[in-house]
């Protein structure tokens, strides 16, 4: 049967899905369970369920599930919900996920917005969304964007995403999330990560201006460290 969901009107009706993928009016349900007092406290799954249950969600529904957590809820749990269902929209259409959050009101929230579309984006089309990123205007906004674009390239080369992240110009590099990525992604095959960041404070190292003395200062810090 179909079932009608006027409160997320999109146009259409909605068949529920053989496959799981849930009902608009299961997605409504869930959202409003999410805007409740309370319900982030006290259970540390409760965001690895909702991202779970966010994956589900068909493309197709994903505009009006946004319509409908724009008019529902917090402004934290509004966030929360659009990060994770922008990502998930730019896999499939980035350029409609990118005008729905540049539309957004409050910068900071516009902000964290693009940067989940880029998340998504990158994974889709790296070199369209890298060259998105690089044409932002220098600020913080694109330094986040940049940091997306190392992290998802550090996985694959570490040694190409540290070149991408200092001939991006991104500044305070130290403290980038990118710059966590590549030491994970070269020193996870030793296991000397967690060793390393529970002993040393990247943040305090001078910038390097080349991989290897990276690799070399990095190595020089855990032996000072008699590890």
């Known amino acids: 049967d179909n ?6 009107d999109s146009g259409y009706s909605k068949t529920i899905d053989a496959k799981g993928k849930p009902s608009l009016a299961e997605i409504e349900a869930k959202i409003r369970e999410m805007s409740n007092p309370g319900f982030w406290y006290g259970n540390r799954h409760r965001y690895g369920d909702w991202q779970q249950f966010a994956d589900s969600i068909d493309s197709a529904d994903i505009p009006a599930t946004l319509a409908f957590v724009d008019r529902v809820g917090p402004k934290d749990v509004r966030d929360t919900v659009r990060t994770t269902l922008l990502a998930n929209w730019a896999e ?6 990118m005008t729905y959050a540049n539309a957004i009101a409050g910068r900071t929230s516009r902000d964290k917005a693009i940067v989940a579309v880029m998340q998504g984006w990158i994974a889709k089309d790296f070199t369209d969304a890298l060259t998105w990123a690089q044409k932002l205007p220098a600020g913080t906004l694109r330094n986040q964007a940049l940091d997306v674009a190392v992290v998802a390239l550090a996985g694959k080369d570490p040694q190409a995403a540290f070149e991408l992240m200092k001939n991006s110009g991104l500044e305070d590099q130290w403290r980038s999330g990118g710059i966590y990525q590549v030491f994970k992604e070269c020193f996870l095959p030793y296991n000397l990560l967690f060793i390393f960041a529970m002993s040393a404070d990247i943040s305090d190292c001078a910038p390097v201006t080349d991989f ?5 200062q990095t190595i020089r810090m855990c032996n000072n460290r008699k590890l």
């Open 3 to 8: 079932i009608k969901h006027p409160a997320l």
């Open 92 to 97: 499939t259409d980035p350029a409609a996920a």
């Open 212 to 216: 290897s003395s990276l690799i070399k």
